[in-house]
């Protein structure tokens, strides 16, 4: 019986390690490599979407928004250790080291660096994660030209139902109730365009804004047919309320557009 017990938990663990295989080699086809990165020696990994390097850097992942971990006084969501985790693992694997391609914005307004990581064959991490389902794609202007494959990523986990994707992440305009970062669903209402950008108005309390200075990155005219659609949105929400002066006729909530992958028409 201990012999049967010990021959179990072997296939077990062979198992486990091939299934781990296979969806590495999955997600490594997403992204184009990027080899001959210079390696970098990481101190720390700080969550599933920051590193801390040995010469003082920190470094903010581009493409991937991980759960946040606990701080503040607020428990952790689900998954955050296991994306901290994953990425320490991915890290460790690669001799402690990263290599790095900077954004076209190089810093974030925390003075962190924004770059892409890569393992020392070339491979993306932000996909191996997203694939793993152990975080949400977010992208920016400009555009860091991986906004294709880390899209595919996240899918490929979404179909599987893999990590967060476990259960239905998206909310309503009507089930919101703090402001940061939401992936919600809703029917477009109205479309309109000012000096302050345009506006997309959902059916609830949430508004949709593209800034004037990144219109030129959207298709305006397929915005502004937008209305009746069923959409996803994602990216960090704001309490307009908190602000002080909220009119009676304005949303809540306000969810800024920062890249045209950030919304998806579902019907």
Not at 44 to 63: E, F, M, N, P, Q
Not at 67 to 77: C, H, I, L, Q, V
Not at 95 to 100: E, F, I, K, M, T
Request: proline share 4%.
């Amino acid at each position: 019986m201990v012999v049967q017990a010990t021959l179990l938990k072997k296939a077990s663990l062979v198992g486990a390690f091939f299934v781990s295989v296979c969806l590495q080699s999955a997600a490594w086809a997403f992204c184009p490599l990027q080899p001959e990165l210079q390696a970098l020696r990481v101190a720390k990994v700080v969550d599933g979407d920051t590193l801390r390097l040995a010469d003082g850097r920190s470094v903010r992942l581009i493409g991937i928004n991980a759960p946040e971990r606990a701080r503040d006084g607020r428990p952790a969501e689900p998954f955050a250790e296991a994306a901290q985790r994953r990425l320490q693992a991915l890290v460790a694997a690669n001799d402690g080291r990263v290599g790095l391609r900077v954004g076209v914005k190089p810093r974030d307004h925390y003075g962190r660096t924004l770059a892409h990581a890569y393992d020392g064959s070339g491979r993306n991490l932000e996909a191996q994660l997203l694939a793993e389902g152990l975080g949400f794609r977010v992208a920016f202007e400009p555009a860091s030209g991986l906004e294709t494959c880390q899209r595919e990523a996240e899918a490929e986990a979404r179909a599987r139902q893999l990590g967060l994707w476990q259960q239905a992440q998206w909310l309503s305009p009507f089930d919101l109730r703090r402001g940061g970062f939401a992936l919600v669903r809703g029917r477009i209402e109205t479309v309109q365009r000012n000096r302050g950008g345009l506006w997309l108005e959902m059916d609830g309390p949430l508004v949709l804004r593209v800034e004037p200075k990144l219109l030129r990155h959207f298709d305006a005219a397929a915005l502004q047919r937008l209305v009746g659609r069923e959409v996803e949105a994602r990216g960090w929400v704001i309490d307009r309320s908190r602000r002080g002066g909220l009119q009676a006729d304005q949303a809540r909530w306000l969810l800024p557009l920062t890249h045209a992958a950030m919304l998806e028409v579902l019907r």
